[in-house]
C-alpha cells in the first residue's frame, strides 16, 4: 500500500486524480493542487474559534420577536425549545435542541479534539477518528433548521394587527456560526489523521 | 473492497484508473469500466465511486423533474395561514422578502442562496453537464461545469429547508390553522429528485467520461 505523498503525488480534491505533487494545477480538471490543505489545522481552530464566539450572541439575543394581540415576547433559541417542552411537542424540541445546541458544540468539540489529536505523537486509532470527521462534516448544514424555521414564521405570520413575527438578532448570528462551522470542517484536512499511521507503520 | 497499489503509478494519463483516496490519500486501483458495484478505500473506508451507469440518463431525467417543481414551488402560494378569521397566505419569494423588509437582509441573502438559488443551478448543471456528455462533445465548458457541481454540493439546503418548514408548520398548529400550497408539496418534491439526481450522478463516472471525450480526437 503506498500514499500519493510517498509516491510524489497530489490528489486533486475535486476529481480525486493523483497529479505530480510539483504541479500546480490538477492534470484533469485544472483545479488548484495541494498534498495537503495549507495551514488546515490553523485554518479550522480559527474558523471554529469565530463560531464558537459568535454562538454566544446567537444564544443570548432573540432569534424571533412574536407579537400577539398587542402583547411583544421576545424567544431565544433556548426559550424557544422550552415552550415547545411545554406545549407537549417534544419530537419538535429534540429535533431543535438536537440540531441548534447538540450539533454546534458537538461540531466545535469534535473539531477541537480532531486538530488536537493530528498533532499528537500516539492518538486514538485513525479509523475512528475518521468517523468523527465524517459525522462532523456530515450533521454540519442540519444546524440551519432553525434559521430556516424563523424564515418560514417572518414570511407566514403577518396577519394584520392580531400576530406577527419579526426575525431577531440572533437568526444572522446562527447561521454566521452554522457557516463557519462548515467552512472549519472544510478546511479541517482528514489525510493528517493518517499521516502519522503511515509513518509508523503501526497497524489497527 | 478495492485493490491499493503498491507502485507509484506511471506518469502517463493512461493510469486513469489509478485515484487517490481523499480522506486517507492511499492510491486506490479503480477499475470504472468494468465495475458494477461501488468502490471503496480499502484502507480507510472511504466511497470513492457508486459506480452508477455510465449512460448519465438517469440523473438528467431526475434533475429535468426537480427543475420542474423547483418552477412550482416558486410560482404557487407556498403556505396559507388563517387566525382569527384572517388569511394571508405567503409565496416563497415572499417570505424571503419579508426577512429583508424587517431588517434581516444578511438571512435573507443565506436563506435565498442555500435554499434556491445554489440547488436550482447545480440542477442546471446536472442537465447540462448530462447532455454534453450524452451528445459526446468535447466542450469547453465541461470541466468547469463539472467542477462547481461537485464543488456546490456541500452547500445545497434543500433538505434542511424541508425539514425546517415542518418544523414550523408544527410550532404553528397550536396558534392558527395552516394549510399546506401546491408550492410546499412541489418543493418537497423538488427535495426528493434533487437528493435523488445527486446521488445517481456519480463523480469518478462522470470525470471518466470527461476523459474519454478529451482524449477522442
Given at each position: 500500500?503506498?500514499?500519493?505523498?510517498?509516491?510524489?503525488?497530489?490528489?486533486?480534491?475535486?476529481c480525486?486524480?493523483?497529479?505530480?505533487?510539483?504541479?500546480?494545477?490538477?492534470?484533469?480538471?485544472?483545479?488548484?493542487?495541494h498534498?495537503?490543505?495549507?495551514?488546515?489545522?490553523?485554518?479550522?481552530?480559527?474558523?471554529?474559534?469565530?463560531?464558537a464566539?459568535?454562538?454566544?450572541?446567537?444564544?443570548?439575543?432573540?432569534?424571533?420577536?412574536t407579537?400577539?394581540?398587542?402583547?411583544?415576547?421576545?424567544?431565544?433559541?433556548?426559550?424557544?425549545?422550552?415552550?415547545?417542552?411545554?406545549?407537549g411537542?417534544?419530537?419538535?424540541?429534540?429535533?431543535?435542541?438536537?440540531?441548534?445546541?447538540?450539533?454546534?458544540?458537538?461540531?466545535?468539540?469534535?473539531?477541537a479534539?480532531?486538530?488536537?489529536?493530528?498533532?499528537?505523537?500516539?492518538p486514538?486509532?485513525?479509523?475512528?477518528?475518521?468517523?468523527?470527521?465524517?459525522?462532523?462534516?456530515?450533521v454540519?448544514?442540519?444546524?440551519?433548521?432553525?434559521?430556516?424555521?424563523?424564515?418560514?414564521?417572518?414570511?407566514?405570520?403577518?396577519?394584520?394587527?392580531?400576530?406577527?413575527?419579526?426575525?431577531?438578532?440572533?437568526?444572522?448570528?446562527?447561521?454566521?456560526?452554522?457557516?463557519l462551522?462548515?467552512?472549519?470542517a472544510?478546511?479541517f484536512?482528514?489525510?493528517?489523521?493518517?499521516?502519522?499511521?503511515?509513518?509508523?507503520?503501526?497497524?489497527? | 473492497?478495492?485493490?491499493?497499489?503498491?507502485?507509484?503509478?506511471?506518469?502517463?494519463?493512461?493510469?486513469?484508473?489509478?485515484?487517490?483516496?481523499?480522506e486517507?490519500?492511499?492510491?486506490?486501483r479503480?477499475?470504472?469500466?468494468?465495475?458494477?458495484?461501488?468502490?471503496?478505500?480499502?484502507?480507510?473506508?472511504?466511497?470513492?465511486?457508486?459506480?452508477?451507469?455510465?449512460?448519465?440518463?438517469?440523473?438528467?431525467?431526475?434533475?429535468?423533474?426537480?427543475?420542474i417543481?423547483?418552477?412550482?414551488?416558486?410560482?404557487?402560494?407556498?403556505?396559507?395561514?388563517?387566525?382569527?378569521?384572517?388569511?394571508?397566505?405567503?409565496?416563497?419569494f415572499?417570505?424571503i422578502?419579508?426577512?429583508?423588509r424587517?431588517?434581516?437582509?444578511?438571512?435573507?441573502?443565506?436563506?435565498?442562496?442555500?435554499?434556491l438559488?445554489?440547488?436550482?443551478?447545480?440542477?442546471?448543471?446536472?442537465?447540462?453537464?448530462?447532455?454534453?456528455?450524452?451528445?459526446?462533445?468535447?466542450?469547453?465548458?465541461?470541466?468547469?461545469?463539472?467542477?462547481?457541481?461537485f464543488?456546490?454540493?456541500?452547500?445545497?439546503?434543500a433538505?434542511?429547508?424541508?425539514i425546517?418548514?415542518?418544523?414550523?408548520?408544527?410550532?404553528?398548529?397550536?396558534?392558527?390553522?395552516?394549510?399546506?400550497?401546491?408550492?410546499f408539496?412541489?418543493?418537497?418534491?423538488?427535495?426528493?429528485?434533487?437528493?435523488?439526481?445527486?446521488?445517481?450522478?456519480?463523480?469518478?463516472?462522470?470525470?471518466?467520461?470527461?476523459d474519454r471525450?478529451?482524449?477522442?480526437?
Open positions: 500500500m503506498t500514499t500519493a505523498l510517498a509516491s510524489g503525488r497530489a490528489v486533486c480534491h475535486v480525486l486524480h493523483p497529479s505530480p505533487a510539483s504541479e500546480s494545477a490538477c492534470r484533469r480538471c485544472g483545479s488548484t493542487l498534498a495537503r490543505i495549507p495551514h488546515s489545522l490553523q485554518r479550522t481552530m480559527a474558523l471554529g474559534l469565530g463560531a464566539l459568535l454562538y454566544l450572541p446567537a444564544n443570548l439575543l432573540p432569534i424571533m420577536v407579537s400577539q394581540f398587542g402583547r411583544t415576547t421576545e424567544n431565544t433559541i433556548i426559550g424557544g425549545v422550552v415552550r415547545l417542552i411545554e406545549a411537542s417534544y419530537p419538535v424540541a429534540a429535533v431543535i435542541l438536537i440540531a441548534s445546541v447538540l450539533i454546534p458544540l458537538g461540531k466545535l468539540a469534535a473539531l479534539l480532531l486538530c488536537w489529536a493530528a498533532r499528537q505523537r500516539r486514538a486509532p485513525p479509523r475512528q477518528r475518521t468517523a468523527l470527521y465524517r459525522v462532523t462534516e456530515f454540519g448544514k442540519w444546524s440551519m433548521v432553525d434559521v430556516f424555521v424563523v424564515a418560514v414564521l417572518v414570511g407566514l405570520v403577518q396577519i394584520g394587527g392580531i400576530m406577527q413575527v419579526k426575525p431577531g438578532g440572533a437568526a444572522l448570528a446562527f447561521a454566521g456560526v452554522v457557516v462551522t462548515m467552512l472549519a472544510e478546511s484536512d482528514p489525510r493528517l489523521i493518517w499521516d502519522r499511521y503511515g509513518r509508523e507503520g503501526a497497524r489497527d | 473492497m478495492q485493490p491499493a497499489i503498491d507502485q507509484p503509478p506511471p506518469d502517463s494519463a493512461a493510469a486513469q484508473d489509478i485515484v487517490g483516496c481523499l486517507c490519500d492511499l492510491l486506490v479503480v477499475g470504472l469500466q468494468r465495475a458494477s458495484h461501488a468502490a471503496y478505500c480499502p484502507r480507510c473506508g472511504y466511497l470513492l465511486t457508486d459506480a452508477t451507469d455510465d449512460t448519465f440518463v438517469q440523473p438528467f431525467a431526475l434533475a429535468l423533474a426537480a427543475l417543481f423547483a418552477v412550482l414551488a416558486v410560482s404557487f402560494p407556498f403556505l396559507a395561514v388563517s387566525a382569527a378569521g384572517l388569511e394571508n397566505s405567503m409565496t416563497l415572499a417570505a422578502g419579508s426577512l429583508a424587517f431588517g434581516a437582509d444578511g438571512v435573507a441573502v443565506a436563506t435565498l442562496a442555500f435554499v438559488l445554489i440547488p436550482v443551478a447545480m440542477m442546471l448543471g446536472v442537465v447540462a453537464l448530462c447532455l454534453l456528455l450524452r451528445a459526446e462533445r468535447a466542450s469547453p465548458a465541461l470541466v468547469p461545469l463539472a467542477r462547481l457541481l464543488r456546490l454540493n456541500a452547500w445545497s439546503m433538505d434542511v429547508f424541508a425546517g418548514v415542518i418544523v414550523s408548520l408544527v410550532k404553528l398548529s397550536s396558534m392558527a390553522e395552516i394549510v399546506p400550497g401546491t408550492a408539496w412541489a418543493y418537497i418534491a423538488f427535495t426528493v429528485t434533487f437528493l435523488l439526481a445527486m446521488t445517481r450522478l456519480d463523480r469518478l463516472t462522470v470525470w471518466h467520461a470527461v471525450l478529451r482524449a477522442a480526437p
